[in-house]
């Protein structure tokens, strides 16, 4: 069958794809197991909770017994296998979701480790990390702050967060951040961090283990709770919203835990049950629901990437074949032009504002300079097709997100060839 083009990639792009995609078809193998078993999970949750017509219905002002909001909040507990779930389009974003449950556990004096180096940018913003500390900070509140680098390899020095719990008293939290990041340490599995959370535990029962589980959500077959952490929380527009959800977040974990965020979410006092809808229910389940497959196609388009790219003469991680945590891929392109050219690509081949041309600039909460390519339906959603590279050493893009492989895959080969294209103008 000949195939129809649409776009004018180059002839030698789409064999090296062709060949990318026999050297992948065992990764996506696994991509495709683990989708199914978690598409399971999730509908196993919508039944036992008996979603009906009922929850989609709207509420206004306190939205006080909105049945939808309450069962969506069990319906997602049973899916992250968990005690409890807070679950809002009332969170602005991940950082709103991570902050939440930071001041909902955290008091003065108390201090938060964190065992996985230094934090995603934006939650550096909210510790007080900057000089001088961002005006709200945890800082301001007497809040302190730790961190433990990770090993050469990217390990966690158990040893080191072992010692630290056992001399400091003040230690209250230990904090975790599944997902890279604008890094190049690996992501961190399950399993790793269940390892994190029995040795924690063991020196200090009470302290609550806290994960940033973005970019983490059905990546793989069961999330940070089932292995011992006490609390995670992320972004309905990456994982967990499927796509649909147009904005919100979640806090999921123990059930005393989450309870203390939501008089943080809302006021001590009122807590989880204010809390209107405004007609997001429909969209926040249908996006939960589709999540485990859209995470999966999100998979498979950083797979390919990562293939292609290692073909095209790029180091690239995680390489094609290695067990991923997140659905985040890094290219390293060596250059700001190559940077610069990938994400200008990534925009020409979306289904939104194809047109525009992305440039680099300096984004709030951000350190350096900042190009982002995302011409999604939802404004920032990294769920679907995106990239995003700080022009800093070592010139890497972090890409992430497809709604559909297809797409991304067109998307990524429009991005290698203005890539390649660029190249031959030097
Ligand atoms: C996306 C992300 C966040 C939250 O970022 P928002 O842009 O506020 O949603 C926090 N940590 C990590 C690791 C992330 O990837």
């Known amino acids: 069958m000949t195939q129809r083009t649409f776009f004018d990639i180059d002839d030698r792009l789409l064999t090296l794809a062709e060949e990318t995609e026999s050297d992948i078809r065992p990764a996506f193998e696994k991509i495709e197991s683990i989708a199914f078993q978690n598409q399971q999970k999730v509908l196993a949750a919508f039944i036992h909770n008996h979603v009906g017509e009922n929850c989609f219905t709207s509420s206004t002002g306190y939205g006080y017994g909105d049945v939808g909001r309450e069962k969506l909040e069990k319906v997602f507990a049973d899916a992250m296998e968990c005690e409890d779930a807070l679950l809002r389009h009332n969170f602005m974003c991940g950082t709103h979701a991570l902050t939440v449950a930071l001041f909902g556990v955290l008091r003065p004096g108390d201090t938060m480790l964190c065992v996985t180096g230094m934090p ?26 730790q961190k433990i680098d990770l090993l050469t390899g990217g390990g966690v020095d158990i040893e080191k967060m072992r010692r630290q719990l056992r001399d400091d008293a003040s230690i209250k939290m230990v904090y975790i951040q599944r997902s890279r990041g604008y890094s190049l340490r690996p992501s961190l599995p399950v399993e790793a961090i269940g390892e994190i959370c029995a040795a924690a535990h063991e020196v200090k029962p009470e302290v609550v283990v806290m994960v940033d589980n973005c970019y983490g959500e059905f990546v793989q077959l069961t999330e940070p709770c089932v292995h011992g952490a006490d609390l995670m929380a992320g972004s309905l527009i990456k994982n967990p919203g499927g796509g649909i959800a147009s904005t919100g977040g979640y806090i999921a974990g123990r059930k005393d835990l989450v309870e203390m965020c939501s008089y943080r979410l809302s006021t001590p006092g009122t807590g989880r049950e204010v809390g209107c809808t405004l007609g997001h229910s429909r969209e926040m389940y249908m996006g939960l629901f589709s999540a485990p497959h859209v995470v999966g196609e999100a998979l498979k388009t950083a797979v390919f990437a990562a293939g292609l790219f290692t073909r095209l003469g790029y180091d690239v991680t995680p390489r094609p074949d290695e067990p991923r945590a997140d659905i985040i891929q890094s290219l390293l392109l060596r250059t700001p032009e190559a940077l610069i050219a990938f994400c200008q690509g990534i925009q020409s081949g979306s289904p939104v ?74």
Do not use: C
Request: negative net charge.
């Open 120 to 145: 995603y940018d934006t939650i550096q913003s909210v510790i007080g990390l900057h000089n001088p500390p961002a005006s709200g900070s945890l800082k301001e509140f007497g809040i302190g702050f």
């Open 353 to 426: 504002d194809a047109q525009a041309l992305p440039e680099p600039w300096d984004m709030p909460g951000y350190d350096s300079k900042i190009i982002m390519a995302s011409g999604s339906f939802t404004l920032g959603s990294s769920i679907e097709l995106s990239a995003d590279a700080p022009l800093r050493e070592p010139y890497a893009v972090w890409m992430q997100g497809a709604l559909n492989y297809a797409a991304g895959k067109t998307g990524v080969l429009i991005a290698a060839d203005r890539l390649l294209k660029q190249s031959q103008k030097h």
